[in-house]
């Protein structure tokens, strides 16, 4: 029995990690299961096809799943990596910003956005966004970081 997303996004605040790790990975495993096994299959699929450097597949795969599912948070923030990863910083941008309008506490995707945003400079919108990932998961050092980078770089 999984628990409630609010215990959740709760639990990404506790002072004990062993509860703060497992609330990430049950809310990962949530968002990846949003449609169930076909949905995860598509995500999986898309996954393997960018490792290997297939990048036009995989992404004419997850547009294809957007446009069949477009309430799929998991398929924008997938397809938002995968431009990140091609240094497309624009078009994830528009991606994590989807997956937020849909999951505002998808820590994933507005930790994305903010890794797009240091990536072209915006370092103002950047650790705005990065304090907006700490809201969420107020324990997590590697946004705490990357706020102290972008600050630097201003």
């Not at 002072?15 to 495993?29: F, G, P, S, V, Y």
């Not at 919108?125 to 600050?151: D, G, M, V, W, Y």
Request: aromatic share 10%; charged share 20%.
């Amino acid at each position: 029995m999984s628990q409630p997303i609010e215990e959740l996004l709760q639990d990404l605040k506790s002072e004990d990690e062993h509860i703060r790790d497992r609330a990430t990975q049950n809310l990962w495993e949530m968002w990846f299961m949003q449609k169930g096994m076909q949905g995860l299959q598509v995500l999986r699929k898309s996954q393997t096809l960018a490792d290997g450097g297939n990048f036009k597949q995989a992404e004419l795969m997850l547009t294809q799943l957007i446009q069949d599912q477009p309430d799929f948070v998991e398929a924008w923030n997938r397809r938002a990596v995968l431009f990140y990863m091609q240094g497309n910083y624009k078009r994830s941008i528009k991606d994590c910003q989807k997956a937020i309008a849909l999951n505002p506490y998808h820590f994933g995707a507005v930790h994305g956005l903010g890794l797009c945003y240091a990536a072209i400079g915006s370092y103002h919108e950047a650790i705005a966004t990065f304090r907006i990932a700490l809201e969420i998961q107020p324990f997590s050092l590697t946004n705490k970081k990357l706020i102290l980078e972008c600050t630097a770089m201003l």
